[in-house]
């Protein structure tokens, strides 16, 4: 404020232009605040939606790999695992964190 002779409200519109900090008086119209609020639910619920698909995918690794310690060659359920898992074992592994 004394270096530059300035009042209190001028010198934190200057510091924040300076140094871009966001300090100005703009606040969020209801209608920015609205869309906000809903992008974030939006982002909300595609995680929500993405761990959900993770689980089930883990869930059906589990099981073909139940099957294939089960069952032998011959079996049309150990076939199924063989051709299953190396799908599934990639899937989970490109999605690997999805919906944290």
């Known amino acids: 404020m004394k270096l530059f002779n ?8 200057r ?9 100005t008086a703009h606040r969020p119209t209801k209608q920015e605040t609205s869309k906000i609020l809903e992008e974030r639910r939006k982002k ?5 939606r993405a761990a959900q698909e993770y689980q089930r995918m883990a869930e059906e690794h589990r099981y073909w790999l139940e099957v294939i310690q089960y069952f032998d060659c011959p079996h049309p359920l150990w076939c ?3 051709k299953r898992l190396p799908y599934l074992e990639y899937w989970l592994d490109e999605n690997l964190g999805a919906g944290r």
């Open 80 to 82: 199924e695992a063989v």
């Open 15 to 23: 510091l924040s232009s300076d140094f871009n900090l966001g300090l």
């Open 6 to 13: 300035l009042s209190f409200p001028q010198a934190v519109v």
């Open 44 to 48: 909300e619920e595609e995680r929500r």
